[in-house]
């Protein structure tokens, strides 16, 4: 009787602290950050091999605020676990059929205005747009069509309380042949549309392959970026140790330009847990 009481006892006590260290892992989990000023979201698109219940269920243990890259089919599910969508998007959206030619402005500004009309019904504070591919037209040009194109949009957003966001991407490995892929061209057509309603989506991964400088671009150009997202180089995989750029100096040239807005982990997991992941990038960017 001894014995089994002891026993019993025994396994009272593990379950304690099984239980315990539980608690203090979830609590651990979601005060991790919690001293850090960046407000963390992650991209959809990078687990979709998860459940989107999943991931919010994931994203919320971890402290992240946010997943984006989703319509607003998915806007009520994020609501349930008390996340937001930092950025929005639909299925019209097209990275190659752009503002940069006219043939495609009527259809887009039709879907976007109903877009940015459900984000501020919903809360979203950013939706995302693309210049698309060149297909042999000059720079200058296609810099004028998505200011024409994107003009009319821009007023409604302004009275919408929506910031409508243009990304930029590599043209050399991901986005062959995309026109927004320099900071210089993103910003020139920032300075053109003249709204604060328009600005860029500054990816660090897409503008390390084509530029580099990343530090000083951002310290340069902050005032035209409302939105960034990360990834590491090369392979677009996770933003540790075993990549070229080193993500702790990146955030902290970002604080200090005073950038209020959010940043999306947008790297793909190259390892088996892809959460684990996650967590770790969001970690190295919490300084």
């Known amino acids: 009787m001894k014995r089994r009481n002891a026993l019993r006892n025994m396994s009272l006590v593990a379950g304690a602290i099984a239980l315990n260290k539980q608690v203090l892992g979830a609590a651990t989990s979601q005060n991790l950050f919690a001293g850090s000023k960046v407000k963390h979201s992650v991209?959809?698109?990078?687990?979709?091999?998860?459940?989107?219940?999943?991931l919010c269920e994931a994203a919320q243990e971890i402290g992240i605020r946010s997943i984006e890259i989703v319509g607003p089919k998915d806007w009520p599910t994020l609501?349930?676990?008390?996340l937001e969508c930092a950025l929005g998007t639909d299925s019209f959206a097209s990275i190659p059929n752009g503002f940069n030619d006219p043939k495609y402005h009527g259809d887009l500004q039709v879907g976007y205005k109903g877009l940015i009309t459900a984000a501020a019904n919903h809360g979203v504070p950013n939706v995302i747009v693309f210049s698309g591919n060149?297909?042999?037209?000059?720079?200058k040009v296609g810099l004028e069509n998505c200011a024409v194109g994107l003009q009319s949009l821009v007023k409604h957003a302004e009275d919408a309380g929506v910031m409508i966001v243009m990304e930029l991407l590599?043209?050399?490995?991901?986005?062959?042949?995309?026109?927004?892929?320099?900071?210089?061209?993103?910003?020139?057509?920032?300075?053109?549309?003249?709204?604060?309603?328009?600005?860029?989506?500054y990816d660090i991964y897409h503008m390390q392959i084509m530029e580099g400088d990343v530090i000083a671009t951002i310290k340069a150009s902050n005032d035209h970026i409302a939105h960034y997202h990360t990834g590491g180089v090369p392979g677009r995989h996770?933003?540790?140790?075993?990549?070229?750029?080193?993500?702790?100096?990146?955030?902290?040239a970002i604080q200090e330009t005073g950038f209020e807005g959010y940043l999306a982990q947008e790297f793909i997991p190259a390892r088996e847990d892809k959460i684990a992941s996650l967590r770790q990038g969001v970690e190295i960017c919490s300084v």
């Not at 609501?79 to 008390?82: A, G, I, V």
């Open 43 to 54: 991209c959809r698109w990078c687990y979709n091999g998860i459940e989107l219940e999943a």
């Open 79 to 82: 609501k349930k676990y008390n």
């Open 134 to 139: 060149r297909n042999g037209m000059d720079d």
């Open 170 to 201: 590599n043209s050399k490995v991901n986005h062959k042949d995309y026109m927004c892929d320099l900071t210089p061209w993103g910003v020139e057509l920032v300075e053109k549309i003249g709204s604060p309603s328009f600005k860029l989506l």
């Open 238 to 252: 996770e933003i540790d140790e075993s990549q070229e750029l080193y993500y702790p100096a990146i955030i902290k």
